[in-house]
């Protein structure tokens, strides 16, 4: 199992410029989010989603834009970056459990990609 | 908002001693607590994922406790080791429909 792949590992952008950042996982987890961390921040929720076609904001929503077409993807858009976006991003995906009986609801995380706006 | 608190955000402790560190929650409607072990340069790790009140879990040198009727966890590490050296987080989970929600973690240094 690949788990949770994010890419690109690596980008740099100019200030205005878009792009996108795919999250993809195998695990047909219901849960998916995008963090970003910054020095003495600790993990910020950016956007998540509950499920195929939901989508919701977390406690930095603010440049963001995301979309959860497939369940196994969850994209992260940047329409016009900022400087203040320069940061590392995680995905991560997790199962929530319906009965009860599966206690595994752990998150998983990607490989974070390292964002530099300039 | 549901607010999961750490403390304390930073700690350096000499090689071989041993130490523990705090995650407080919201008591009422408790699903799951998770521990999780961050290294620099790395994506965060599940430790431990915990769902009843009085429930302690190890793993080599390191334990937790659970606490869920006064909302605490307790995460201890014993004869602290260089390997140790990492960021801790703890997420609540407050409801089997809901979202993870992390704490700001402890950065714990081990001193050689």
Redesign the interface.
């Known amino acids: 199992n690949a788990g949770v792949t994010q890419t690109p590992k690596f980008r740099v952008l100019k200030t205005g410029q878009s792009m996108t950042l795919l999250c993809a996982q195998d695990m047909n987890h219901e849960?998916m989010?995008w963090?970003r961390q910054d020095p003495g921040?600790?993990?910020r929720?950016i956007h998540?989603s509950?499920g195929e076609g939901t989508t919701?904001k977390g406690e930095v929503p603010d440049g963001y834009n995301v979309s959860r077409l497939k369940k196994q993807n969850f994209l992260l858009g940047l329409e016009s970056a900022a400087p203040s976006q320069t940061s590392v991003y995680?995905c991560a995906s997790?199962s929530?459990?319906?009965t009860?009986e599966n206690?595994?609801?752990?998150?998983?995380?990607?490989?974070?990609t390292r964002l530099t706006v300039v | 908002i549901l607010n999961v608190e750490q403390s304390p955000q930073s700690l350096h402790v000499q090689e071989g001693d041993s130490t523990n560190f705090t995650c407080s929650f919201p008591s009422s409607n408790f699903y799951a607590l998770h521990w999780y072990r961050w290294e620099t340069a790395k994506s965060p790790e599940a430790l431990f994922v915990m769902t009843l009140n009085g429930d302690e879990k190890k793993k080599g040198r390191i334990s937790a406790t659970l606490n869920t009727k006064e909302g605490y966890s307790y995460l201890y590490i014993k004869g602290s080791q260089p390997e140790d050296s990492a960021t801790y987080l703890c997420a609540f989970l407050g409801n089997r429909d809901d979202k993870i929600i992390f704490g700001k973690g402890t950065r714990l240094h081990i001193l050689p």
């Open positions: 849960y989010y963090y921040m600790g993990l929720l998540y509950v919701a995680f997790s929530q459990p319906s009860g206690m595994n609801t752990e998150a998983f995380f990607g490989q974070g």
